[in-house]
């Protein structure tokens, strides 16, 4: 509800850098500096839970910033108390300087814990705390001054959102995964079939007279090789039966079959031979 109040110009995005938080925000504040947009809230962040302080910033919407005091764990000592609510924060990792070419600060990740150390249950809430480098705090020291630091600058969020947006974009790659593979399916399902024609029957050729049609039951007489019908004639029908020419053949004695006696002679002049094929053509156009 602050962050109303606050006037900020349309589309503006608070997401600052580590140096940028310690130099134009952090520096100033321990300086007790003007910031020209009042934007990080000034609480005690170690008297609350995690959970309860998005609800106590002034802008955010994922992460959240805050200005904060910090207090000794022992009088005499230099560590800080980092118990908060209803757990506590527990250092983790290497501490990170801020600055090039000198530091100017340091930079640490927390992560909150509830319950009481050391068998406190680990959350998802994340802080990254920031302060000052190479401060003199030797004169609160001897003051059994409890007060470590006047401010450290915090940045809070919890780390289940990122969580959330991994499994979101697994999710969405498998749906894009799942609709590929219907696509190619129904492209798969959608071609063509291609239908071989059976090829019509066709003669069959026995050899270079004869040929069998698939609607005829005998071969017929073919008079060259390009299956040309061979037509009969009616000269070819009147010709003498073989039976009739071989009773003819046999009233001669033997030697006149001889072509050169007279005997041959005369048979040859009686009885014209005709070629073979005028001869055996009416029984070869007969059905067996």
């Known amino acids: 509800m602050a962050a109303v109040n606050l006037q900020l110009p349309p589309g ?3 997401h600052p850098t580590d140096e940028e938080l310690v130099m134009h925000y952090l520096i100033r504040k321990c300086a007790s500096q003007s910031i020209a947009v009042p934007i990080i809230a000034e609480i005690d962040l170690y008297k609350y839970d995690p959970w309860e302080l998005p609800g106590l910033s002034l802008y955010g919407e994922k992460e959240w910033y805050f200005f904060s005091p910090r207090d000794r764990k022992y009088p005499n000592g230099s560590r800080p108390n980092r118990a908060a609510g ?3 924060w527990k250092a983790t990792g290497a501490d990170k300087p801020i600055g090039q070419p000198k530091s100017v600060g340091i930079k640490k990740a927390l992560v909150f814990y509830s319950g009481k150390a050391p068998r406190g249950e680990k959350t998802n809430w994340i802080m990254h705390e920031y302060r000052l480098a190479d401060v003199d705090r030797s004169a609160r020291k001897k003051n059994n ?3 470590l630091d006047d401010w450290v600058l915090c940045r809070i969020y919890n780390k289940k959102g990122t969580i959330e947006r991994r499994q979101q974009q697994q999710q969405q790659a498998s749906v894009s995964s799942r609709n590929m593979t219907s696509a190619v399916t129904t492209e798969e399902d959608t071609k063509p079939v291609i239908l071989t024609s059976v090829p019509e029957s066709s003669a069959m050729v026995y050899d270079d ?3 069998l049609d698939a609607s005829d039951s005998m071969p017929r007489l073919h008079t ?4 040309s019908e061979h037509v009969l004639s009616p000269e070819v029908e009147s010709a003498p039966k073989l039976a009739e020419w071989e009773r003819s053949a046999l009233d001669f004695p ?5 072509g050169g006696g007279a005997g041959g002679a005369l048979f040859q002049g009686n009885y014209q031979m005709e070629s073979m094929q005028e001869v055996f053509a ?3 156009s007969k059905p067996f």
Do not use: A, K
């Not at 060259?224 to 299956?227: G, I, L, P």
């Open 12 to 14: 503006f995005r608070f």
């Open 86 to 88: 209803s757990g506590y």
């Open 145 to 147: 001054s409890l007060r």
């Open 209 to 211: 007279f004869m040929y």
């Open 224 to 227: 060259d090789s390009s299956c």
């Open 254 to 258: 033997f030697g006149y079959m001889d």
């Open 282 to 284: 009416p029984y070869m």
